[in-house]
């Protein structure tokens, strides 16, 4: 017995079904003559959807205030860390690999701190490492920018 498959065209997905609702004759026109966006109108739903997704990001961030290291060493409010939380979101946890470099260093970090603690030569120093990191995040965080 053979599977019964639909094609693609007879399938109708949610964005459609959530457009009908929206405006009934638009989805019409496009299913007679094709989407007719205009190069402006794009930019401009790219545009929405890069502000949807930082400001998504920027609600994480305030959720998840985890930056042990950083936090330890310039304190849990400061500039860098601040930088650091938003690379961190919007850089790193969006992708598998990145998630998996923020769970180790959260499995390291907290040990870390607890040296650094009594060790005030070693926090100037782990502080003289991070800042050009933070400089390179911001930038790569300034260039992601629209």
Known sequence: MGKNRRSTADVVSATELAEMEFCEQRVLLVHR??????????QARERGLAAHA???????????SRCFVSSCVFGPRAHETEVLRAFRDAVLMPHGWG????????????GVCAVLQNRPQCTACVRGVLRPMVALCRLHLQRRRP
């Open 99 to 110: 998630r998996a470099v923020v769970a180790s260093y959260y499995a390291w970090a907290p």
């Open 33 to 42: 003559f094709g989407d007719r966006t205009t190069g402006g109108q794009r």
């Open 54 to 64: 930082d400001y998504y990001a920027q609600g994480r961030a305030a959720s998840d």
